[in-house]
């Protein structure tokens, strides 16, 4: 049987030599000399904790396995975890966890308490005494600042000037050196000197500013001052009161006096601001003020009032106020090099909106702001006339000289225009005129635009009543009415203007307009927008008329629907759509004149660059669809070809989008064309025979001519007008081709789109030897030069690609990497990322297991707490319910034993 724990401990002391025999005081008075006690006192605690350890083998933790190679391992024999002492370390998490967790849980949900703000009372590093001497310190300083820091005049008990020891004084108050041998020795210079170093004191010392004001001195030297008594101070006080308050109900008198005559004339007043001239009253004679008692100033002005007359000076004033109010700064004058910029501002914002546009990108927020602005400017009731601004060209002058007319918005006049029927008069009374001038920049609108329309005043009548009223003929002496109804739709104005002449319709349109304006009534916005609607049907309804529409007044309609989508955009969107979508259903291969129009008309109503565009877009894809998918039957339907494809690369002269219906159907009308019949494919394009030949024939020498739009319809019927109109349409495509190329020279497949125009072109070139066709060789060699400049270039811009031009890798070596110094707890990557990555992620590892033990150790430390907490309510509940027991128990017992006593007594 092993020997007891007693006595392996005592076995354990005596080898470690914590017990032994017992040393003589020579000896240990030896040690302590030689330091040797120190030493042996170090060794005998070294040996206690080595037996405690020893037999108590679950202080320190163990390995739950050793390791496979003692050789790997860098400390030898030891564990990996030797040393560590769970329980010291929980004993101390234990410790740390009352000092913080315990105090923060006792004080949740608890308000209130004192906190000690004392200097030094929660600072650990200071003793009691330098805390004490500091707050003294401070205390002292607290209270040196209550007194002033540059107060000269203090006692003499605190300081005296001496000269060798003797005082300086001179049997008398301290003087100056300059004062002492100056001229200012007498009697009022040293009140004065007295007087001054009172005052200064008093300023000095505020706690003793009441006793020296109660202070009487009578600037003598032999009666000595006095201060003042309590009656005198009093007296004085009431004195300055009275004082003061008689001054305060002066002022109040005056102000009186002036309110009542204020008062008197107020009604004047209201009769000037009402506009009614005061009836002259009866001169009295003016009473007799006496100023010699008033201010100066007051007086000077009362009596230069009474030789004017006040209501005549009242009025000027009161005009001079009106003209005040118009003067007004308004903006500076800004340079000519500020407008410039300002302007090239202006147009890079629009470029960069359509080019964003264009693009289809996504409105930003503070672009959604700006439209949402611009939206709510749009439901004023007037004009824009900045035509960029919506995207929309402008019209050049230069190209129409038959309409002598800038814009749409500047209407023509007639010089008989205004008289007595139109209800308008451009004359003005003479004394009209100058409240006429007073107030013209009142007459403007919000916009800052004049209420005349080139001229033409707008009337301020009910125009829908009277033009229901007035004859929508001509009148009794031939001419237009000066009054026409706003048409609601096509059969109405068709019913305003069937009795005119063509020629008069514009002037009807910009009558209409005038009448209608927008600021002579509110419902005229709406019936505007309506008439708009109304002038795009009419449109294409003047297209598709018999015979030869007249594009002089069509074009000049075109304008005005252009006008009217700056402020009426929807409704000429509707209007436009609901034609596409008639053109999709009924016709979409056999366009008609007015649609060929309208289409024309879009590309001036709407920007056709947008990436998608409510009204653009369907016309894109109408074009396309007819160009795509349409049969050649005539001249007529191939003229009618050219015109779309026209648009079509109209269309796309901003965005640049390249359509292959264009290069499909124009290289295929000129195979249709061509003398001869090809015999070889040219390109990936379909190629389609018309269904009647419309080669050109070898007869006589023919010239091109300008095509004209009434070839869309007719075809003509003699030969030689066939050729001239094949031959015609035949150049028109090369051009069209020439101006594609230019379009397209950037795309990166320019060399796969016009190749096989290329092939196309030589084969025409070929086929049309001979003087007969001289005048077209001209336009297809140039277009040929031309295609094939932008095929060189483009061959140039697309190289074939090349690999990186480096030296040779060297072969990787399988050779490994021996490290002498190695550390198997160390890695060794070479891939520096891999391995900080790998480093931090073990970090992180780490350190979240470390947080989840803490956090599982805190809420067992809290479950702990609570029920030791609930442990102790409840063992003080039972004490309080056994000792409340047992005192009813005892006075029970009590009342029992009284009782059987009465009883037995009884």
Known sequence: MPPSQLKQLKASLRETGVLGPQKSKKEKRQNAKTGVGAKNRNQREAALQAIRDRFNPFEIKMTNKSSKFDVTTRDGNTTAGGGARPGVTKSLGEERRRATLLKEMNSRNKVGGLIDRRFGENDPTMTPEERAAERFARESQRKMRKESMFNLEDDEDEMQLTHMGQSLTFDGPVQDDFEAGGELGDLEAAESDEESSRKRKRLADGDEAEDQEDFIDYGDE?????????????????????????????????????????????????????????????????????????????????????????????????????????????????????????????????????????????????????????????????????????????????????????????????????????????????????????????????????????????????AAATSTTTEVSKGSDGKLAFTYPCPKDHESFLNVIKDLPVEEIPTVIQRIRALHHPRLKPGNKDKLGRFAEVLVEHVVYMGNASGRPPFAIIENIIRHIHSLAKTHPLNVTIACRAVLREIGKERPLALLPGDLVLLTGISSFFPTSDHFHTTATPAHLCLARYLGQCTTTSLSDLARGVFAASLCLQYQATSKRYMPEFINYTLNALCNLSPTEPTVKFGSFPYRQSQESVRLASSKKVTPRKLQFHDVTTSPSQPEAQEELKISLLTTLVSLLGSASDTWAEKSAFTEIFTPARAVLQFLQQSLKGKTYAAAREPIQSTLNKIDAHLAQARLVRRPLFLHDHKPLAIKTAIPKFEENFNPDKHYDPDRERAESNRLK???????????????????????????EKKERDSEYEKKYKRLVAEIQSQEGRAANEYERARGKR
């Open 222 to 462: 032999e009666q000595p001052g006095r201060k003042k008594t309590k009656a005198e101070v009093m007296k004085e006080v009431i004195a300055k009161s009275k004082f003061y308050k008689a001054e305060r109900q002066q002022a109040k008198d005056d102000d009186e006096d002036l309110r009542e005559e204020l008062d008197k004339q107020l009604p004047d007043l209201f009769e000037a601001l009402r506009g009614i001239k005061p009836a002259p009253k009866p001169v009295a004679e003016a009473p007799k003020h006496d100023f010699s008692e008033m201010n100066p100033e007051r007086a000077a002005m009362m009596g230069q009032s009474q030789n004017k007359d006040p209501e005549k000076e009242y009025d000027q004033r009161l005009r001079q106020m009106t003209f005040d109010q118009r003067s007004k700064p308004t903006d500076r004058t800004k340079t000519e090099e500020e407008k410039a910029e300002e302007e090239a501002e202006r147009l890079k914002k629009l470029e960069s909106d359509r080019l964003r546009r264009m693009r289809g990108e996504p409105l930003t927020d503070d672009e959604e702001d700006n439209m949402d602005q611009d939206e709510g400017l749009e439901d004023d009731e007037s004009e824009i006339d900045d035509a960029t601004h919506f995207g929309l060209p402008a019209y050049p002058t230069e190209t129409r000289p038959e309409l002598a007319v800038e814009d749409e918005d500047d209407f023509i006049i007639d010089s008989d225009l205004v008289e007595t029927d139109s209800n308008a008069s451009l004359a003005m009374d003479s004394d009209e005129e100058e409240e006429g001038e007073s107030s013209s920049d009142e007459s403007e609108g919000p916009d800052g635009e004049d209420e005349l329309i080139n001229g033409m005043t707008l009337p301020t009548y009910d």
């Open 842 to 868: 073990k970090e992180f590892k780490r350190e979240r297991k470390g947080a989840m033990r803490e956090l599982r150790k805190d809420a067992s430390f809290v479950a702990r707490e609570k029920l030791r």
